[in-house]
């Protein structure tokens, strides 16, 4: 019987693992070839090959000035894998009508990757510009949405909580927990009422509540978040949109098939 060392890799996995590297070095803003070469620790010569595959693909695109750039079909793509999302679809209208209840923006994210990943967005009415996009990710422990996603995982919460922590923040931030230690009791406090907030801690002037989606099993998949800046957030606030933004995310939770016990 074969083992998994002596099995050899299908054909073309080295190749599809530089293309994807390229992709993702690109995505990170290296649009030149010397330093995507650089960024992947692929030859220049196999780095243009790939490049070249990848522009007459649509996978990636080029500037007149010969900068690369994301191509047209990671666009097509990514619509798609969004719109194939179960909890994409059934939440969209239980979004909207808590954005026409509350005025405020609309969140809904999932986790990947260990961040937050936006999938849908509705913006408020009180003309506040937030810094979130659908696609765009964010620490799970600096954002309300990213801690209701971790309400369940409370093995992760001190180490994820420390891995996020902005450089020179060793004694603390405004308006933020200073230890491990407060998070995880912030965590539990959160846990018990299932619902989490952000207060300024990934955006200064911005406030959130948030509450977790779950999937038939029970699992939380996905969370919502209603979002405002501080004038029309206060603490009051934050305690009449708990229920509110709970129960929201009950009902997308049993359009997946969740059932309280």
Not at 156 to 178: C, I, K, M, N, T
Request: proline share 7%.
């Amino acid at each position: 019987m074969a083992t998994p060392s002596d099995t050899a890799a299908p054909p073309g996995t080295q190749t599809l693992a530089r293309g994807i590297a390229v992709v993702n070095a690109v995505a990170r803003g290296c649009t030149r070839l010397r330093d995507i070469s650089a960024e992947t620790g692929v030859g220049r010569s196999t780095t243009h090959r790939l490049l070249q595959l990848l522009l007459a693909t649509g996978y990636l695109r080029q500037h007149d000035d010969g900068a690369y750039a994301l191509g047209p079909a990671l666009i097509e793509l990514g619509y798609q894998a969004l719109q194939e999302n179960p909890v994409t679809g059934v939440g969209a209208p239980v979004l909207r009508a808590l954005a026409e209840r509350v005025h405020d923006t609309v969140h809904l994210a999932i986790e990947d990757r260990g961040q937050v990943l936006y999938l849908d967005k509705i913006p408020g009415t009180r003309g506040a510009v937030m810094r979130s996009q659908i696609g765009h990710r964010m620490p799970l422990t600096r954002t309300g949405i990213g801690k209701a996603l971790l309400l369940d995982s409370p093995g992760r919460w001190s180490e994820q909580f420390l891995a996020e922590r902005p450089a020179g923040a060793e004694h603390g931030l405004e308006r933020d927990v200073l230890t491990a230690e407060a998070f995880v009791q912030v965590m539990e406090a959160s846990a018990g009422r299932g619902v989490t907030f952000d207060l300024e801690e990934n955006e200064p002037g911005i406030l959130c509540v948030a509450a977790p989606v779950r999937d038939t099993s029970g699992a939380i998949v996905a969370a919502i978040s209603v979002t405002a800046t501080r004038p029309y957030m206060p603490p009051e606030r934050l305690e009449t949109l708990t229920p509110v933004v709970r129960e929201a995310a009950a009902r997308i939770s049993a359009a997946l098939g969740w059932r309280p016990r």
